[in-house]
């Protein structure tokens, strides 16, 4: 059924966290990310490229779902270099997560599925 699937997509310019240092911008990095996430940010080389493409997927899921969810609801890890989706609090819907980076920008394409009517 079409009306169970959702498409949500976004662009985040990574400069954007780039001109945000973490030191200095805690608060708002911890109205977005989990601790988890900011770890896993922080311990890479371009650590901003990394913050724009999680926040481009949760983006990405907010806007592929027909329920109301804040950043904090969505949880981005990682398998096999791939980032996967958890919901938490609601386990309804499985996603397919596309990123991309490319120079300026980072890129992501969700499809959510809703998989408990």
Same mark, same amino acid.
């Given at each position: ?42 311990e890479r080389k ?17 806007? %592929?779902?027909?329920?109301? !969810?804040?950043? *904090?609801?969505?949880?981005?890890? /990682?398998?096999? +270099?791939?980032? @996967?989706v958890t919901l938490?609090?609601? %386990?309804?819907?499985?996603? !397919?997560?596309? *990123?991309?980076?490319?120079?300026? /920008?980072?890129? +992501?394409?969700? @499809? ?6």
């Amino acid at each position: 059924m079409l009306e169970r699937l959702g498409i949500g997509i976004d662009i985040v310019e990574i400069e954007r966290f780039s001109n945000k240092p973490y030191e200095t911008n805690k608060n708002f990095y911890q109205k977005i990310f989990h601790d988890s996430e900011i770890t896993n940010c922080l311990e890479r080389k371009n650590y901003a490229e990394c913050f724009a493409g999680k926040f481009a997927i949760k983006e990405s899921v907010i806007k %592929s779902l027909p329920i109301s !969810l804040d950043f *904090l609801d969505i949880v981005i890890n /990682y398998s096999n +270099s791939k980032p @996967i989706v958890t919901l938490l609090n609601n %386990s309804h819907y499985s996603f !397919l997560v596309s *990123l991309t980076h490319e120079k300026l /920008y980072a890129v +992501s394409v969700v @499809i959510s599925e809703e998989i408990n009517s």
